[in-house]
C-alpha cells in the first residue's frame, strides 16, 4: 500500500532534522511530524501487522509523545497525536527561536543601560516588527542543567521566589518541548504601570551544551481571565544559558526581552503630578521598566539558587 511506501520518506526526512543545519529552519520538524503522523495513522486505522509495537524512540521525540501500540482489531484505533493547533504552537516556537537567534548573531548597534549594583549588565537595540529590545547578560554560579530545571520545568514554581510574579501556570503542553503559559504580575503599590498578565508560547531548543528557552505571545480558547489586569503581550523573549568557557559549574546567562504592555483602555495614567492622556504610558518609563525588570530578576534568581541546595 501506498502508505507502507511513504513511511520510509518520512522517517528518511525526521533523520535529516538531526543534522543542526537543517534543525534551524524554521518549520522542517513540523512538517516531518505531519507528514509521520498522516502515513503512521492511516496505518493504524488499516489496523496494520506491519507496525513496531512501539514507533522508535527518536520518532517519538519528534513527536513529543507517546504513540499507541498496535491495537487489536476492536481497539482503539484513536491514539492521541498531535494535533493541527499543537503543531500551530510549534510552529510560532519555533518562529520566535529563529528570530531571537537572528538577533543574538547581531553584535554592534547595542546601547548600555544605567543598571547600577546588579550583577548585570544589560543593554538595548531596536530591530524591524519588534522595536526595542533589552539584553540582559550575568554568570551565575551552577552549572546550565540547575538552571534549565529552575527555569522550564519547574517554571510554576517561579513565584515562590520571584516577587514580581502572582502566578505562572502551564495551561497546556505540546509534546516536551513546548508550552502555553498563562502568567500574571504581583501587585505593587505605587506601580505606575499596573498589573499585567500575559498568555505565551514557551519552546524549548538544545544545540550542543547551550539551551534556548524562547517565549512570545500567543491566543488559547478559552482565554483565561484574570480580573484588574490588563492583559499584556511578549513580543520576544529568549534566555540563553551557556556554559562559562574553561568552567561548567557556572552558566552565562543571556536574556532577550521585547513586550508590549498595553496600556489601559479605560483608565488613565498618573505620571508624577501630571494626568496623562488615558491609555497611553510614556515610552520612557516603558524604556526604564523593562530593563529593570531583567535586572531584578536576576537578582532574585541568584538568591533562590544561593539559598536552596542543588536537587
Not at 502508505?3 to 533523520?15: G, I, Q
Not at 544605567?114 to 554568570?139: D, I, N, Q, Y
Not at 521585547?258 to 483602555?265: I, T
Amino acid at each position: 500500500p501506498r502508505s507502507h511506501a511513504m513511511l520510509p520518506a518520512t522517517l528518511k526526512l525526521c533523520c535529516g532534522i538531526a543534522h543542526d543545519h537543517l534543525r534551524r529552519l524554521p518549520g522542517l520538524k513540523i512538517t516531518a511530524v505531519a507528514a509521520i503522523q498522516k502515513d503512521v495513522r492511516g496505518l493504524v486505522v488499516r489496523r496494520s501487522c506491519h507496525l513496531p509495537s512501539r514507533i522508535p524512540q527518536y520518532i517519538q521525540m519528534l513527536m513529543g509523545k507517546e504513540t499507541a501500540t498496535c491495537p487489536e482489531p476492536d481497539g482503539d484505533v484513536s491514539p492521541r497525536w498531535l494535533s493541527s493547533v499543537d503543531l500551530s504552537y510549534i510552529t510560532q516556537g519555533e518562529t520566535a527561536l529563529q528570530r531571537a537567534l537572528s538577533i543574538l548573531q547581531q553584535h554592534a548597534g547595542w546601547q548600555a543601560e544605567t543598571m547600577l549594583g546588579t550583577g548585570a549588565t544589560v543593554s538595548s537595540a531596536s530591530f524591524p516588527g519588534l522595536g526595542k529590545v533589552f539584553r540582559a547578560e550575568a554568570v551565575l554560579a551552577v552549572p546550565v542543567g540547575r538552571l534549565h530545571r529552575e527555569l522550564f520545568e519547574r517554571m510554576e514554581q517561579m513565584p515562590r521566589w520571584n516577587p514580581a510574579l502572582s502566578q505562572l501556570k502551564v495551561l497546556q503542553r505540546m509534546g516536551t518541548d513546548t508550552l502555553v503559559t498563562h502568567e500574571v504580575t504581583a501587585p505593587s503599590p505605587g506601580n505606575l504601570v499596573g498589573q499585567r498578565d500575559f498568555v505565551s508560547v514557551r519552546h524549548r531548543w538544545r544545540r550542543e551544551t547551550t539551551i534556548y528557552l524562547v517565549g512570545t505571545a500567543t491566543h488559547i480558547e478559552p482565554l483565561p481571565l484574570q480580573e484588574g489586569c490588563i492583559r499584556a503581550e511578549s513580543r520576544l523573549s529568549c534566555i540563553v544559558l551557556q556554559p562559562l568557557a574553561g568552567d561548567p559549574g557556572r552558566t552565562r546567562f543571556t536574556w532577550l526581552l521585547c513586550m508590549d504592555l498595553k496600556a489601559s483602555a479605560t483608565t488613565g495614567t498618573k505620571f508624577g503630578v501630571f494626568s496623562l492622556p488615558k491609555g497611553w504610558i510614556p515610552t520612557s518609563v516603558i524604556d526604564r521598566i523593562l530593563p529593570q525588570s531583567q535586572a531584578d530578576f536576576i537578582k532574585h534568581l541568584r538568591r533562590h539558587l544561593s539559598a536552596t541546595v542543588c536537587p
